[in-house]
């Protein structure tokens, strides 16, 4: 017992000194976070790995991207609600699944809801709750997305998997985090305190609870955030800086500058871009301007975390002659999920107006 306590109070030291250590570089606690949540198994012709996101990897991410970016405190918390909300980190634990079949034929898993369970540590198996429909289909090639389990109070959790071809299930385990500090940690030797602790008190039995009333049953959740795909990746490329649009002039005056619809929104997402937001503001429409400050716009554009996402590429989509849809693809750790903002745009006088 006396060695249990030593060794328990040992790795309680060792965690402060490796929190020490990696505390002052976000993306390396993130990626120390990534690997023991990873874990793959080869199957017939195929290999399956997964990736789960806990809740402790929120702020060492969100740290890490945001300093990539250059993000403003505005866009920082922007990023950290859209990350908590699309991977549904409150109610579920979300898993990135990726299978690579390189065998002559596709490989069937069959119905997707009775062939992947989470296993919780006491043996109970629990179905995906939601998860993009395509693995309900036979797979070829690259197939990557979303899996959402019910929210587990205890982490000591395992994913089976059937049908991959080699066993009736296979068992995807990830690491422990005593087994991933010991493993990165610094070699220098350090000093080690043994301290005696008194026995843990005995705990009193829980007391039976009260049975509840048979709730309704709930909603079925929402269909996971659509995971982009390379090809469509290549297509949301930045755009180069707009030039104004001018007209031949048959009179010898100073050329009137016109600016089509078309430029009108590229110069919109461009200001965005580059943050300027009183620019943005010069272009909405007259109705706009009179329900919304300038103050209370910026606050708006600054609340869709988007402007990180456009730097790195955007789309411009024409739904109708009036409407036009803003498309950027939005880092996700190992995979990008589209995001859009929908605008309006309108002719007052002889400009062209965007309808926020």
């Not at 992947?116 to 990557?144: A, H, I, T």
Request: with cysteine; hydrophobic share 40%.
């Amino acid at each position: 017992m006396r060695g249990m306590k030593k060794l328990g109070l040992f790795v309680f030291l060792f965690f402060l000194v490796s929190g020490r250590a990696f505390g002052d570089n976000p993306l390396v606690e993130a990626t120390l976070i990534l690997e023991r949540w990873t874990s793959f198994h080869w199957g017939r012709d195929c290999l399956v790995w997964l990736v789960h996101y806990p809740e402790e990897l929120v702020e060492p991410w969100v740290a890490s991207e945001a300093a990539r970016s250059g993000m403003s405190d505005a866009e920082k918390e922007s990023y950290r609600r859209s990350f908590i909300n699309d991977l549904r980190l409150a109610e579920t634990e979300p898993f990135l699944m990726t299978v690579y079949v390189f065998g002559p034929r596709p490989l069937d898993l069959g119905a997707f809801a009775s062939s992947v369970f989470l296993e919780s540590g006491d043996g109970r198996r629990f179905s995906p709750l939601s998860y993009e429909r395509k693995f309900d289909q036979p797979l070829s090639g690259v197939v990557q997305g979303l899996v959402f389990f019910p929210k587990q109070p205890d982490k000591e959790f395992s994913i089976i998997i059937r049908n991959l071809g080699i066993q009736d299930e296979q068992r995807f385990a990830f690491r422990s985090p005593v087994g991933d500090v010991v493993a990165s940690a610094p070699q220098a030797e350090k000093e080690v305190v043994v301290v005696e602790l008194p026995p843990a008190p005995k705990k009193e039995p829980a007391k039976p609870r009260a049975p509840q009333r048979e709730s309704p049953a709930p909603s079925p959740p929402p269909a996971p955030p659509p995971v982009i795909t390379p090809p469509e990746l290549a297509e949301l490329q930045p755009k180069p800086a707009p030039t104004p649009e001018i007209p031949a002039s048959e009179e010898k005056k100073e050329p009137v500058v016109y600016i089509g619809k078309e430029r009108t929104v590229e110069n919109f997402v461009r200001y965005w871009i580059d943050g300027d937001t009183s620019a943005m503001y010069a272009l909405l429409s007259s109705a706009d301007r009179a329900t919304l400050s300038e103050e209370q716009f910026a606050s708006q554009v600054n609340a869709t975390g988007l402007r990180s996402s456009l730097r790195e590429g955007y789309k411009i989509q024409w739904l109708d002659e009036e409407r036009v849809r803003i498309v950027t693809a939005q880092r996700m750790l190992l995979f990008r999920t589209l995001r859009s903002k929908l605008l309006s745009v309108g002719r007052e006088d002889t400009l062209w107006k965007v309808s926020w």
